[in-house]
């Protein structure tokens, strides 16, 4: 069955301090890629998308992420954490089905 | 602005009772989907609908209904037969333009809690 992987469930970083979280998708095609960011009792924003193309794509508030189709992963990146960064990150692919399939999220917790 | 909103923000409800939750949307979008959040598991699909009175069964149906008698409208239904029915709930939308995936736009979402 299609999957996508977050393997890092918490990740502390401190401020200022880069950041990177992991993402892998199992999926035969190129999938439709999404990074997903939710502040605690809020919906989902949508960071940044792949569809085809240039494999490092940026989005919104300085986060980037790169697709490695070698490694079935899109992992995303920030040079410099801010403390309002701290929220539940979110990686989703677009499946054979036409649905999206949710990572199981990553908790990012920013040290001051 | 438009946007989905969702109602209420939280809800609790008695075991055995069903419970409707809201989600209503102004973008003028064909397809709204229900996803259902639990700390661990990501986001899992319920239902969705790509046209007015008719939808189709996500990954979990089970124990839920939902109606599209409106375009802007989608409410979710949690009955007495959903074994565990506290969840965070997510409401989402997007157009079906063009033959490719179209972006969906999540709804602030409901917490329920049943005692």
């Known amino acids: 069955a299609q999957s996508v992987t977050q393997p890092d469930i918490h990740i502390t970083v401190s401020e200022g301090a880069s950041l990177e979280l992991r993402c892998n998708y199992s999926y035969g095609a190129t999938p439709y890629l999404f990074w997903y960011v939710q502040s605690p009792g809020q919906g989902l924003q949508l960071l940044l998308k792949?569809?085809?193309?240039?494999?490092l794509v940026q989005g919104i508030k300085g986060f980037e992420a790169e697709f490695k189709r070698s490694q079935s992963s899109f992992n995303l990146r920030k040079p410099s954490v801010h403390w309002s960064d701290a929220a539940e990150y979110f990686c989703?692919?677009?499946?054979?089905?036409?649905?999206?399939?949710f990572g199981q999220g990553t908790t990012l917790q920013v040290k001051p | 602005d438009g946007g989905i909103t969702q109602s209420p923000k939280y809800l609790f409800r008695k075991e055995g009772q069903n419970v409707t939750l809201s989600c209503e949307q102004n973008l003028n979008h064909d397809a709204m989907y229900w996803y259902r959040q639990d700390p661990g598991q990501g986001l899992r699909l319920i239902y969705y609908s790509q046209i007015v009175n008719d939808f189709q069964k996500g990954d979990i149906a089970e124990g839920y209904s939902v109606s599209r008698e409106k375009k802007e409208s989608f409410p979710l239904t949690v009955t007495s037969a959903q074994k565990n029915p506290t969840a965070f709930y997510l409401c989402?939308?997007?157009?079906?333009?063009?033959?490719?995936?179209?972006?969906?736009?999540f709804g602030p979402g409901t917490r329920l809690t049943v005692l």
């Open positions: 989402a939308s997007s157009t079906l333009l063009g033959g490719g995936y179209n972006e969906q736009f």
């Open positions: 989703a692919a677009v499946g054979n089905t036409g649905k999206l399939i």
């Open positions: 792949y569809f085809s193309g240039d494999t």
